[in-house]
């Protein structure tokens, strides 16, 4: 069992930046794939950027590109998404996952954490 706790959420203006810490309680974290999804009310959780087990590949959503970045710490066992020049269509609750495969989809994934709210204003 993985458990998964995010942070870094928060309000902020349109044009500013967060980091989002996703802390991973396992001791084979670099055997995991991690992704960082995002879903609105109504709609579908959708992959934003994932990252192999040990950071040699990464993805993110041509949405995001330039805008994110994802990052990982396999000594901390901690997974980051840099976002910068956020807008207001970036709100939404952020969740990370931990899966085997690098791939991109949600059922792709195992483990997940609660979310992290990140509201962005106009």
């Known amino acids: 069992q993985v458990q998964l706790v995010e942070s870094g959420g928060g309000l902020v203006q349109a044009g500013g930046s967060l980091r989002l810490s996703c802390a991973a309680s396992?001791?084979?974290?670099?055997?995991?794939?991690m992704g960082w999804f995002r879903q609105t009310p109504g709609k579908e959780r959708e992959i934003v950027a994932s990252?192999?087990?040990?950071?040699?590949?990464?993805f993110h959503a041509d949405s995001v590109k330039g805008q994110f970045s994802v990052s990982r710490d396999n000594a901390k066992n901690i997974l980051y998404l840099q976002m910068n020049n956020l807008k207001p269509e970036d709100t939404a609750v952020y969740y990370c996952a931990a899966g085997g495969i690098f791939r991109q989809t949600a059922d792709s994934y195992d483990y997940w954490g609660r979310g992290t709210q990140v509201t962005v204003s106009s």
């Open positions: 990252i192999s087990g040990r950071g040699g590949n990464t």
């Open positions: 396992t001791r084979y974290f670099n055997t995991y794939t």
